[in-house]
């Protein structure tokens, strides 16, 4: 069936650097991946989404990338802040449904 | 406009009761998507609702249920609860017509307990 896998599960990283977080679907037929930022007590925020006819597109610090060869899709923070802190989930569409598919989830941490 | 609205935001029931649980979306959507989420098993899709009309329904069992109003406010409700239902239950709006998919919108959700 379909299937989101993401990685790394954890992810620590010196405010400033830059932070890469991957997803791989399965469904080939999957045309639209958002990225949602959850911080602790709220429900999941839409930070950035990508139809598959780009292969990037940026807003500010993060940008998402996508290789539908590959299928997988990449959500990339740059001079990362405290406030970056919290867990990223990908997700994708199931193809002929109106179900997404979860990735399992991303802690990022930004010491400072 | 204001967001998606979920009430309410923390329950206690015990095992073997049925709970309710309400979602408003954000006004002008159409398509309300319900999901569970725990540690253990991440975000899981319950069901979507289009138009008073469930159009997709996630693998779980019959004692999950939903339904859709005219106005596009939702219920999900959960007969005969068991310890295994404690999670967080999340509502997402989205315009959903045809032609999609569109961009999901969640609510703060309802932290179920189930004692």
């Known amino acids: 069936g379909e299937n989101v896998e993401q990685h790394p599960s954890t992810l620590s990283v010196q405010e400033g650097d830059s932070a890469v977080i991957k997803c791989t679907y399965s469904?080939?037929?999957?045309?639209?991946f958002p990225w949602y930022k959850q911080e602790l007590g709220k429900g999941p925020q839409l930070i950035i989404d990508?139809?598959?006819?780009?292969g990037e597109k940026k807003d500010q610090r993060i940008a998402v990338t996508l290789n539908k060869t590959a299928k997988h899709f990449s959500l990339h923070i740059t001079e990362t802040q405290p406030e970056d802190s919290a867990v990223y989930f990908c997700?994708?569409?199931?193809?002929?449904?109106?179900?997404?598919?979860f990735g399992t989830g991303t802690r990022l941490k930004v010491l400072a | 406009k204001a967001g998606v609205t979920q009430t309410p935001r923390y329950l206690i029931k015990t095992r073997g009761q049925q709970v309710t649980l309400s979602c408003s979306p954000i006004?002008?959507?159409?398509?309300v998507s319900w999901y569970q989420q725990t540690p253990g098993q991440g975000l899981q899709f319950l069901f979507e609702?289009?138009?008073?009309?469930?159009?997709n329904k996630g693998n779980f069992p019959g004692r999950f249920s939903g339904r859709q109003f005219s106005n596009s406010r939702s219920e999900m409700n959960v007969s005969t609860l068991e310890l295994g239902d404690s999670a967080l239950y999340l509502c997402?709006?989205?315009?959903?017509?045809?032609?999609?998919?569109?961009?999901?919108?969640f609510g703060p959700g309802t932290r179920l307990t189930v004692t």
């Open positions: 609702y289009f138009s008073e009309t469930q159009r």
């Open positions: 990508i139809r598959s006819n780009v």
């Open positions: 997402a709006s989205s315009e959903g017509h045809l032609g999609g998919p569109y961009e999901q919108y």
């Open positions: 469904d080939s037929a999957s045309n639209y």
């Open positions: 997700a994708a569409p199931s193809s002929g449904t109106y179900k997404y598919i």
């Open positions: 006004s002008g959507h159409r398509s």
